[in-house]
Nanobody
Framework: QVQLVESGGGLVQPGGSLRLSCAAS????????MSWYRQAPAKERELVAT????????NYADSVKGRFTISRDNVKNMLYLQMNSLKPEDTAVYYC?????????WGQGTQVTVSS
């Protein structure tokens, strides 16, 4: 079955870095558009970054441009989010999402907390 499993979250000080990973299985990973979303307490889930299926074209939310980098490995079926210069407002649960047409799948999320 389709499975997305995030890892790499944790507690980091402001200005620090984290790398999130998402392991995909049960579907043709290379044909799916992959994205990272996040949801902070009492806020709606928001799109952080997206990477296209084949050519790896990327798009970012304005709030993370220049600090976050999304990437994928279509051989290992892995999605990544490198997060640098982290700010307290980046604190949220981060979710991996895979989509193709009307089909979508979500991971269970990984907590990122930015605090001194």
């Amino acid at each position: 079955q389709v499975q997305l499993v995030e890892s790499g979250g944790g507690l980091v000080q402001p200005g620090g870095s984290l790398r999130l990973s998402c392991a995909a299985s049960g579907f043709t990973f290379s044909s799916y558009v992959m994205s990272w979303y996040r949801q902070a307490p009492a806020k709606e889930r928001e799109l952080v970054a997206t990477i296209s299926s084949i050519y790896g074209n990327t798009n970012y939310a304005d709030s993370v441009k220049g600090r976050f980098t999304i990437s994928r490995d279509n051989v290992k079926n892995m999605l990544y989010l490198q997060m640098n210069s982290l700010k307290p407002e980046d604190t949220a649960v981060y979710y991996c999402r895979g989509g193709r047409g009307k089909i979508e799948s979500w991971g269970q999320g990984t907590q990122v907390t930015v605090s001194s």
